[in-house]
């Protein structure tokens, strides 16, 4: 899904028959197919509009010289947080301080530098992007493991209950009504903020080893591994507990508690950060869950279906931008995944207005809208088996 491949009919057509946020579920083994003819010339103008738009200006639709001194700007932060807390001989007051720090860097460096790398968009090269991705490694999370989950299972099937990963989260965090509703789901709008903290640690720690060896990522199941990704995950997941773990606890001198509750808070950061980027995306009031019909077709086109299930947030903010790697944007990332990210500010009024045009939603608000609309999808899952949004 490099480009786009569709979209739909009118948006009040749409709205008609998603009325309720969720379909019931069929019994599906197959990966839904998206294939609406009548949205085809969607997809059809927004690519050639966004082809012209680079070849007008005689623009790279990779890295240009702003994305990499972005790039440049949190690698040094992430590495220099790093010696500061190994090396500096501060109190433990700062080194606290240093690890927080150091748990944003991990996120800066996670979206600004291996997500556009991971997706082949930061540079032309293919060597280059590999090169880059590792950072992702480094931070303790798979980018084999995330090739799987994210840029396959997620953004070809986005907010599709069963088939995208990334609303699969933990049984006591409710984000789909196909999943059983239970008292405990009444508080999740409180308890689930708490819960974002703990995302990278167990993606670190957990998430990757088992879905790796469960071989179960959405339609992705039964495929063999490479035999070099066995010794890459183990490789990897060894240099970063003995850069975030065994080195600080050797090097620093206030004791391995102080050490231990760096670290958590390091990840806390870290993962609260990149749980909320997420969900303002995707787990938005506005934002739908589409389900495949009996025969596994889903309602819209592929392109269509982006529009409908992705949302932006502060999209107009350059600080936002530069802190959430352009995914801030993600309905401009999903359409178009393999442009880098430094591009998407020049390309939402394309298709903001092209979506516009052929009557399609252009999900987008304000920081403050967007996790209020956030706060009030946890609360209505978790009190409707089958809440209305929109």
Known sequence: MENLLTEKDSLNKTKSKTQNTFKETPSIKKPPR??????????KTLNQRVNSYFKDNNI???????????????????????????FGGFSVEINYLLWAVLGFSIAMVSVNIAHDAIHGAYSKHKWVNDLLSHTFNFNGASAYMWTKMHNQAH????????HDEDIAPVPIVRLSSEAP??????????????????????????????KFFANEVGNYTGEKHP????????????????????????????GWGHTVLGFLLMHAVSGF??????????????????????????????????????????EKSEFMAFITGGLNQQVEHHLFPNICSIHYPALSSIV??????YGHPYLTADFPTAVASHVSFLKKMGREERPVMH
């Open 34 to 43: 998206f294939d609406n003819q009548e949205q085809r010339d969607f997809s």
């Open 60 to 86: 790279s639709r990779n890295a240009n010289t702003k994305m990499v001194l972005k790039s440049l700007f949190h690698a040094t932060l992430w590495i220099g947080s790093y010696c500061m807390l190994i």
């Open 155 to 162: 953004h070809t099937y986005t907010n599709i209950d069963g």
């Open 181 to 210: 509703l239970w008292s405990i789901h009444r508080y999740q709008h409180i308890y689930s903020f708490f819960l974002y903290t703990l995302s990278t640690f167990s993606w670190v720690f957990m998430k990757d080893y088992k």
């Open 227 to 254: 035999k070099k990704e066995y010794f890459l995950l183990f490789f990897y997941k060894f240099i970063n507990y003995t850069i975030f773990i065994i080195i600080p606890l050797i090097m620093l001198s206030h």
């Open 273 to 314: 950060f990149l749980a909320v980027i997420f969900m303002l995306a995707h787990v938005v009031e506005e934002a739908h869950f589409f389900l495949p019909n009996e025969e596994g077709n889903m309602e819209n086109s592929w392109a269509v279906h982006q529009l409908y299930t992705t949302a932006n947030f502060s």
């Open 352 to 357: 903001r207005e092209t979506a516009e045009e």
